[in-house]
């Protein structure tokens, strides 16, 4: 319940203090806006301040992944290759000393409702402490990964353990000589057993879709070898702005179909041995707009995967031989050694396509079909089942527009947006990192960086031109929505139940939620649309 308290006027409210949220705060204050953010967590971080569990670390590489601030960058070197979730709080800490970000913030606190007064032409914001505000824009920057998903288990109220999500993973709980249980296999899922598993503790793993995974081959980093790297970050993020996903790798142009299996081993070889996302990035352009070609990636990592396991029961669940997934249409996984750690005798693997969990009792779960039912004790039960993706935490805001209408009720039959910036009849609402642009698809810094600088040239524009709102069409937004629909058609995405597509959610429409052309595409969208306003409606 929302209490009554203290007031904000200002020009921008921005909403979330992860990555996206820092650098509005910190872009629109030099535009000389009167700027406020306001942040759920107690501190900067977005994901990165949420993300405590056991191995929770970032699967796109230094240097690209941070602010591209020559001030923040200058006093600031990475430790390791792929940063743990420590080493990224104490990055954004270092943000803060060096931004100031904080003496504009106000922390702990959750927006509840943001309603557009189409006669002020201001937005007014209420929050679960009673604060409020107002103002004439609004920079929703909430990120993809924030509203968590519980999954509704009949019974679950009745368990007596300790049950904990992922994402709410607290520093306190000691796992030694007790039986745990993980449900989800994603990337959470993934840190967290590779983690656990070297405890004294019984781990149950249940799985219902085998993850796809890449080597990270994480290593250190000096401080040498950082200090000599940032004679190239000019280069590396201007390749991260011009490439497809956000990332600074060479990019191959040619169809796996035009070189012969011996190219092809050598080339998959060659990317394999790199780790991270190169064996993706960098790859044939076509592994994910051609089934065979698809194939030729799936028998290649099918190989590499089995032959690190001994236990052939938990090699054929996690790595079949017959290919059961489109590499790449499901969010990959980064690993260590994932792969060592569930074939050690304290790792059991239960495969819920055969045998779902039917319930949660008091004392854990039972697994099985019909009358063929197993019983699990479990002392705790993890839940790395991620989150209402994309879209959960916008709507969340309890945004109304102009019309008095909800964000829930205007994307009822689906997303509409124009180019994943804004909604009609929304007014000077801005979003980053949200539906229907590259988002979860890229590297995010850099490609937040694109559109908070988007969104500060489009309030420039507007006051150098006496614009007091603008707002997309909703015929701009409908074709939008056309082409990030016929986008995903020309890949194997649709063909995979993915959080990319909104499955992972019971009762969630199931649609594109992300651009799937790239970069580059969206991007000369973006820029043409503010040449002359196309797309769009002003107001003086």
């Not at 904080?102 to 409702?113: E, G, L, N, W």
């Not at 679950?156 to 992922?166: D, F, I, N, P």
């Not at 006051?463 to 069409?473: A, D, M």
Request: with cysteine.
């Amino acid at each position: 319940m929302t209490r009554a308290g203290p007031h904000i006027e200002t020009d921008a409210i921005v909403i979330g203090g992860g990555f996206g949220g820092c650098n509005s705060l910190y872009k629109l204050r030099n535009l000389g806006l009167s700027v406020k953010l306001i942040e759920a967590g107690s501190a900067f971080g977005g994901v990165w301040h949420w993300n405590r569990y056991p191995g929770a670390r970032v699967d796109s590489e230094t240097p690209s992944y941070q602010f591209n601030i020559p001030a923040v960058w200058k006093g600031w070197n990475f430790s390791e290759r792929f940063p743990g979730d420590d080493e990224l709080r104490r990055y954004f800490q270092h943000v803060d000393d060096v931004l100031g970000l904080s003496k504009d913030t106000v922390f702990s606190t959750i927006v509840t409702k943001t309603e557009y007064n189409p006669v002020s032409r201001r937005w007014t914001l209420q929050t679960d402490t009673g604060l409020t505000a107002t103002c004439k824009y609004v920079i929703a920057a909430t990120g993809s990964s924030y509203k968590k998903h519980y999954p509704q288990f009949k019974g679950l109220e009745t368990y007596k353990g300790t049950l904990v999500h992922a994402a709410d993973y607290p520093d306190s709980l000691d796992v030694k000589g007790k039986r745990v249980g993980i449900v989800g296999n994603g990337a959470s899922g993934l840190q967290i057993v590779q983690t656990l598993a070297k405890e004294e503790c019984e781990l149950n793993v249940f799985i219902r879709t085998p993850c796809f995974t890449i080597p990270m081959h994480q290593r250190s980093i000096t401080l040498e070898e950082a200090e000599m790297m940032k004679g190239y970050y000019e280069g590396i993020f201007d390749r991260c702005y011009k490439s497809a996903a956000g990332f600074p790798h060479n990019t191959r142009y040619q169809s796996a179909h035009q070189a012969t299996p011996e190219e092809r081993k050598e080339l998959f070889d060659e990317l394999w041995a790199r780790g991270g996302y190169s064996f993706l990035v960098s790859n044939y352009y076509d592994f994910l707009l051609d089934e065979k070609t698809n194939g030729f990636f799936y028998d290649y990592w099918v190989q590499k995967v089995r032959q690190r396991m001994t236990n052939t029961e938990k090699m054929d669940l996690v790595a079949p031989l017959k290919q059961h997934m489109f590499v790449g249409t499901k969010r990959p996984s980064l690993e260590q050694d994932y792969y060592e750690m569930i074939d050690r005798p304290n790792v059991t693997l239960h495969n819920l396509k055969k045998a779902p969990i039917v319930e949660f009792h008091a004392s854990g779960v039972v697994t099985g079909r019909g009358d063929d039912l197993h019983h699990h004790d479990l002392d705790v039960v993890i839940f790395a089942t991620g989150y209402d993706a994309v879209t959960g935490s916008l709507l969340d805001l309890g945004v109304t527009d102009k019309n008095q209408k909800s964000l829930t009720e205007k994307w009822e039959n689906g997303v509409l947006t124009h180019l994943g910036l804004m909604v009609p009849d929304v007014p000077n609402l801005f979003m980053v990192y949200g539906p229907q642009a590259p988002t979860s698809l890229a590297n995010g810094p850099p490609f937040i960086e694109m559109e908070v600088d988007w969104i500060c040239k489009a309030i420039e524009k507007m006051q150098n031109n006496g614009i007091e709102s603008i707002e997309p069409t909703q015929q701009a937004a409908e074709q939008w929505r056309e082409q990030v629909f016929q986008a995903s058609q020309r890949t194997l995405y649709p063909k995979t139940d993915s959080w990319y597509m909104g499955a992972n959610i019971p009762g969630k429409r199931r649609e594109p939620l992300v651009w799937l052309g790239g970069i580059p595409s969206w991007w000369k969208c973006c820029t043409d649309a503010l040449e002359e306003w196309n797309g769009f409606h002003t107001s003086p």
